[in-house]
């Protein structure tokens, strides 16, 4: 007598490219996963959206992208019969048989016996003078201003950082009619052309970064390397940005009202951390990421990473790692599984690493940033942490690892729980102690892993009462 199987829960968090395809792949397979995506509508970052009514065509809100992100929006609305799609929904907690959720102002438990965590990436913001003045974003808040809500961040922008979004965000917002005041790199020409064999593997990738910077010339925008920030200037609004290049003491002043930064992506893997995955070191991404196989299964059995929350490798590579994800899944839960299929997105996968490697020696992080840094810059907004207060931590009160410092300043304490401030905290630490990043730890993530509303734990707390 043969014994009945027990049912399949899969979840996936993310409904972002890599959650997608995992979702379809789930669904080829006979299977209705549960999708639970932070935003109202799928796409993810890069494909992100817009609210319905929205009147601007996905060419004009994704350029050259426009096919692929059609493509995966189709895709998603094709399989909406078939899955258990909850949008607007947050996941502030997990452990390995359960997630705890917030949708619609109520706390819900949702169940899994599988788990593809596709959670994404976002902007890896280091402080510097006068980074919280208003009127400074994230290239990625630069984005979502534009794609989402069809408005510009301000009338005169400066966009600041490093990596292929930098140029991206300019070339989108100069396109739509923004006045672009300059693009600052923080890379140099020679790290351009370390990358450049590399990057001759993704030639189309390579001709549309030469294209956005050829662009931005053409059209006016002055574009500068080996830049560093100075301080943003400006009380109540940023009015001006000065800036320096590397190995020169001469400041330079840059009228405007806003500022776009980022110094490329940032895994998002607080709920890798609450699950108990094993986490290691990646120099490439310079951050703690949840050990994986090349299939995308952590150290914890039924718990899949997949998608730039696994570790940042763009929009295509993480398609292929969300399906790759799902495969790995089905075959570990005895249920037919494409071999020669994992073996194709196997290989893809590797070659996608090696251009991220090109790209990342293209546009390298800027190392001695730590360095630079003012003993009065806040390094944590929520709990107003400057750099000198943790170089004088790490000096006098033997804070030698993150979570010693976290004890001894409430540095990732805030409502960020070190999402935003952690990976600057590193640096400074880091340095401060004379050690690479990776022997000063990683911050132990703690539920909520996002600011989560009173009045909805106030509601939960009744409920178990009566």
């Not at 991206?168 to 020409?189: C, E, F, I, N, P």
């Not at 110094?263 to 699950?275: C, N």
């Not at 729980?417 to 990043?437: N, P, S, W, Y």
Request: glycine letters at 10%; proline letters at 5%; hydrophobic letters at 45%.
């Amino acid at each position: 007598m043969s014994l009945a199987r027990a049912p399949i829960e899969p979840v996936i968090i993310g409904a972002g490219p890599a959650g997608i395809r995992a979702a379809q792949t789930l669904v080829q397979a006979g299977l209705r996963p549960v999708v639970l995506d932070e935003s109202l509508r799928a796409g993810g970052q890069i494909y992100r959206q817009p609210p319905a009514g929205f009147t601007r065509s996905k060419q004009t809100l994704y350029g050259t992208e426009h096919k692929k992100a059609d493509a995966l929006h189709r895709t998603m609305d094709a399989l909406a019969a078939r899955i258990d799609y909850r949008a607007g929904a947050l996941v502030w907690n997990a452990d390995q048989a359960s997630l705890e959720v917030i949708q619609n102002g109520t706390m819900t438990s949702v169940p899994y016996t599988h788990l593809i965590l596709a959670t994404g990436a976002t902007d890896r913001v280091l402080p510097f003078q006068g980074w919280t003045t208003p009127g400074v974003f994230t290239l990625g808040g630069s984005q979502v201003a534009l794609k989402y809500q069809g408005c510009g961040i301000g009338s005169r922008v400066v966009f600041l950082g490093t990596g292929p979004l930098l140029y991206l965000v300019a070339y989108q917002y100069r396109k739509a009619g923004a006045d672009v005041a300059a693009v600052l790199d923080t890379s140099t020409h020679a790290d351009g052309l370390a990358g450049l064999a590399g990057m001759l593997r993704a030639p189309s990738l390579l001709a549309k970064g030469l294209y956005y910077m050829g662009w931005l010339r053409a059209h006016g925008v002055p574009l500068h390397k080996y830049v560093r920030p100075v301080s943003v200037q400006g009380g109540a609004q940023v009015s001006a940005l000065t800036y320096r290049l590397r190995g020169h003491d001469t400041v330079h002043s840059i009228a405007c009202d806003a500022v776009g930064y980022g110094l490329g992506l940032r895994s998002e893997t607080q709920l890798a951390s609450l699950l108990g995955c094993a986490f290691d070191f990646n120099s490439q991404d310079r951050a703690w990421l949840p050990r994986r196989d090349a299939a995308g299964r952590t150290s914890v059995s039924g718990v899949y990473a997949a998608g730039d929350g696994a570790g940042i490798a763009g929009a295509d590579a993480a398609e292929l790692a969300g399906e790759r994800a799902a495969l790995a899944l089905l075959a570990d839960a005895q249920l037919p599984s494409d071999a020669r299929r994992a073996a194709t997105l196997d290989n893809r996968l590797l070659a996608n690493a090696r251009v991220r490697t090109a790209l990342e020696r293209a546009f390298p992080f800027p190392a001695d940033w730590a360095a630079d840094l003012n003993d009065d810059v806040m390094l944590c907004r929520c709990e107003e942490i400057t750099a000198g207060t943790v170089r004088q931590a790490a000096r006098e009160l033997g804070a030698h690892e993150m979570n010693r410092l976290k004890a001894l300043t409430r540095v990732g304490m805030g409502r960020c729980q070190g999402r935003m401030c952690a990976a600057g905290a590193t640096e400074v630490l880091a340095h401060a102690l004379h050690q690479r990043c990776d022997a000063v730890g990683r911050i132990r993530s703690q539920p909520p892993v996002k600011p989560i509303p009173i009045s909805v734990v106030h509601a939960d707390q009744q409920k178990v009462s009566l």
